[in-house]
């Protein structure tokens, strides 16, 4: 069974928050852009990532990195929990990237005898149709995570998340019916002209980015089936201990106790109309009948429909 967290870990993290905290917005801007130039000039000496969460948006994904965190072996990246390098921020090349991530040296302190590796959490990564392409060609070896959510409560749960972020000012029915319109010929764009982001792409495809099955089976694709490890974050929630526990052995990590686990960023608000979500809900059927052979079982949220 792996150690605990060690304690330097736990003060580097408590005094690096309380300082980010306490610094005026211009200040921690300068202090980011110092540590992304150190970073930068360090980058060879720095890890690669061994694990990437690549989403889904608002299905737990902050929580699980979080646990992935405090385990012995893994050190999380210097700066954010996500690059979002793999999806808009790809211009910037692999030095930026890695800039991101701990010393190796850093990391062998922070992991107390373990090899340490390090990860992030992209959200936007299992959506992109270009990430996980951009992903199998940088890091070869690394392992994919997808949580996966109730399709219908995630969506609802990302139009809660954009709109309080200022993305988004329509009702969630009118949002949900103008979706097509929105996203209409983004994912093509992305793909064929280069350099290009898109704002409906990322912050408007509620049911889009629900669909899991095909933004699964690209993973598979491009990465292969034996790197790609899906979590339902029902069973996640319910089961932390047992489902982290297999995940570690997924990602060939020893056996670490995650203890207690709160749920982390989530926005609470006003109950979805019952009749609204079940057409909804009705519209992923066939995605979820797809999912569920690439499970090898029926989708937590399907059990009782």
């Known amino acids: ?31 980011r852009s110092v540590a992304l130039a150190w970073g930068m000039a360090t980058a060879r000496w720095r890890l690669r990532p061994a694990v990437i969460v690549v989403g889904a948006q608002r299905a737990g994904t902050t929580t699980l990195f979080r646990m992935l965190g405090d385990h012995p072996q893994l050190v999380r990246p210097t700066m954010v929990k996500g690059t979002g390098y793999f999806d808009d921020q790809y211009h910037h090349g692999m030095r930026w990237y890695l800039a991101h991530f701990p010393l190796r040296v850093t990391a062998r302190l922070l992991a107390r005898g373990h090899t340490p590796h390090t990860f992030e959490c ?47 000012d329509l009702e969630f029915a009118e949002a949900v019916r103008r979706e097509p319109e929105r996203l209409a010929g983004e994912a093509e764009r992305l793909v064929s002209v280069p350099g290009s982001t898109s704002h409906s792409h990322r912050h408007h495809a509620y049911l889009g980015r629900s669909h899991y099955a095909e933004q699964v089976r690209r993973l598979y694709r491009t990465l292969g089936r034996d790197r790609v490890h899906l979590v339902e ?39 979805l109309d019952p009749e609204l979500r079940s057409r909804l809900l009705a519209e992923f059927a066939e995605d979820d009948r797809v999912l569920t052979e690439l499970l090898g079982h029926q989708p937590i949220w399907r059990e009782d429909v």
């Open 1 to 31: 069974m792996a150690d605990r967290p060690s304690g330097l870990r736990a003060r580097t993290r408590t005094r690096t928050r309380a300082l980010r905290d306490h610094l005026p917005p211009p200040v921690r801007r300068l202090v």
């Open 122 to 168: 992209s959200g936007y990564y299992l959506f992109h149709p270009l990430a996980a392409e951009r992903i199998a060609r940088c890091l070869p070896h690394v392992q994919v995570v997808v949580v996966l959510r109730d399709p219908v409560d995630r969506a609802y749960s990302a139009y809660r998340h954009e709109t309080a972020r200022g993305f988004d």
């Open 233 to 271: 974050a029902e069973r996640l929630f319910a089961e932390p201990q047992k489902e982290f526990r297999r995940l570690q052995e997924q990602l060939g990590l020893d056996p670490w106790d995650c203890g207690e686990v709160a749920v982390w960023n989530a926005r609470p608000g006003a109950d």
